[in-house]
């Protein structure tokens, strides 16, 4: 089942600008994860936040969590055509340190126009 | 370093024929495995998991099955295909907290 809602569903920006996309969840989680799939292909990682965490860095990417609001949102910063792909978030429940199964949501597709 | 495996990248299969896809994973002992399909423009649903040889959870019931012959084999079946089996089919392991996918298979039922 999905538990994760992603908005916007599509998100169509210019080279350069900043990208931000919404993750709301249900349940308690553990941790909330980040995922991007190029078309076709399968999906990378990008980043883990833990619940008792509020907010992550990577590179380009800022990811915010808020367990009060049960939401998190992925920042993408001078954001490139290469940025183009659609955007997952994940939660992990359950079993610590050992997931067994992600909650997908049904993701945004990003579109970085040149 | 883990890879993980995934073939055929393509297949186009008729109504009522049988189905295998095969992932491996290499680099890695005893990871969980996990089976997912992806219909177009949607996200992922999860088919199957596996926590160790011969031990799959079913998520999903319908006609495919899975099996997990060796430890880093993970098998995808289907006796007889249905036009809605059509799809992205993702294979994953995870460690610790993260899942880590392969290339995947598309599937087209005529």
């Known amino acids: 089942s999905q538990q994760g809602e992603e908005d916007p569903q599509a998100l169509s920006i210019q080279e350069g600008e900043n990208a931000t996309m919404n993750c709301s969840y249900k349940t308690s989680i553990n941790n909330l994860q980040w995922y991007r799939q190029n078309s076709g292909r399968g999906l990378v990682h990008l980043i883990l936040i833990r619940s008792n965490e509020r907010e992550k860095h990577s590179g380009r990417l800022r990811v915010t969590l808020d367990t009060s609001k049960k939401s998190s949102s992925l920042l993408i910063t001078a954001s490139r055509a290469a940025d183009t792909a659609s955007y997952f978030c994940?939660?992990?429940?359950?079993?610590?340190?050992?997931?067994?199964?992600?909650?997908w949501g049904l993701g945004t597709s990003l579109a970085v126009n040149p | 370093s883990q890879t993980i495996h995934q073939w055929p990248a393509t297949l186009v299969q008729p109504v009522g024929s049988p189905l295998s896809l095969e992932c491996t994973v290499e680099g890695t002992s005893n990871p969980n495995l996990y089976w997912y399909r992806q219909a177009a423009g949607r996200g992922l649903q999860l088919l199957f998991y596996s926590v160790g040889i011969g031990q799959i959870s079913s998520e999903v019931p319908q006609n495919l099955s899975a099996s997990r012959p060796q430890d880093r084999q993970f098998i995808l079946s289907s006796k007889k295909l249905l036009l809605s089996d059509s799809g992205f089919y993702l294979c994953?392991?995870?460690?610790?907290?993260?899942?880590?996918f392969g290339p995947g298979t598309r599937l087209t039922v005529l």
């Open positions: 994953a392991w995870s460690g610790v907290d993260t899942q880590y």
């Open positions: 994940a939660t992990a429940s359950g079993d610590a340190g050992n997931n067994r199964k992600l909650i």
